[in-house]
């Protein structure tokens, strides 16, 4: 299986601020990454997929990048609606394996 | 607009069997997408049980061994989930989800459903 090793586990920003989430691979996924913002007591929601495509209808305040093992997430000018978990996700094939999770939480 | 509903028991017993159904609207099941469920313990993360494609095609994560099956009833538009030999390990909240292919990210996703296992 691959693993998937988000940092950090948790962070404290405030509005406005610019957050990154790293998500490594235990080996390459050939950008088959993608990252999900998940709210409590609510299902996980698509952000981004093959690292860097754009979930339509999610704001461009949020990038991916990365290639090989190594991925990030962005988040440009953290809003209050930003605030959750993130967690990235491998799709290169099964079984697909989810990273442990970031809470991004208010500073 | 698609839409997945996930039901079943909420309650379970250790080793039985848990069963869960995921109902799709808004889109049909025979269609070229896969059809997942995945899972949340309280306050961990998610891990994928596995997926069916065209009422035929099953991968299932080795983890959960030869416990899980996912099957699809086309008459319903619905899929379901059953996993044998429950333990309290497997509390979760239980999440069905849609994929365009088996490399593709789950687009889709029901509101989820907690089991919890206990006697």
């Known amino acids: ?107 | 607009q698609v839409q997945l509903q996930e039901s079943g028991p909420g309650l379970v017993k250790p080793s039985e069997t848990l069963s869960l159904t995921c109902t799709i609207s808004g889109h049909s099941i025979s269609s070229d997408y896969y059809w997942d469920w995945i899972r949340q313990p309280p306050g961990k993360g998610l891990e994928w049980m596995g997926a069916i494609y065209h009422s035929a095609t099953t991968y299932y994560n080795p983890s959960l061994k030869s416990r899980v099956t996912i099957s699809v009833d086309t008459s319903k538009n619905q899929f379901s989930l059953k996993l044998n030999s429950v333990t309290a390990a497997d509390t979760a909240v239980y999440y069905c989800a849609r994929a365009s292919s088996i490399m593709a990210p789950f687009d889709y996703w029901g509101q989820g459903t907690l089991v919890t296992v206990s006697s």
């Not at chain 1, 993608?34 to 461009?60: C, D, E, M, N, R």
């Not at chain 1, 809003?79 to 999770?101: I, V």
Request: proline letters at 6%.
């Open chain 1, 1 to 107: 299986d691959i693993q998937m090793t988000q940092s950090p586990s948790s962070l404290s920003a405030a509005v406005g601020d610019r957050v990154t989430i790293t998500c490594r691979a235990s080996q390459t996924i050939n950008n088959y990454l993608s990252w999900y913002q998940q709210k409590p007591g609510k299902a996980p929601k698509l952000l981004i997929f093959a690292a860097s495509t754009l979930q339509s209808g999610v704001p461009s305040r949020f990038t991916g990048s990365g290639s090989g093992t190594d991925y990030t997430l962005t988040i440009n000018s953290l809003q209050p609606e930003d605030f959750a978990t993130y967690y990235c996700q491998h799709n290169y094939y099964t079984p697909r394996t989810f990273g442990q999770g970031t809470k991004v939480e208010v500073k």
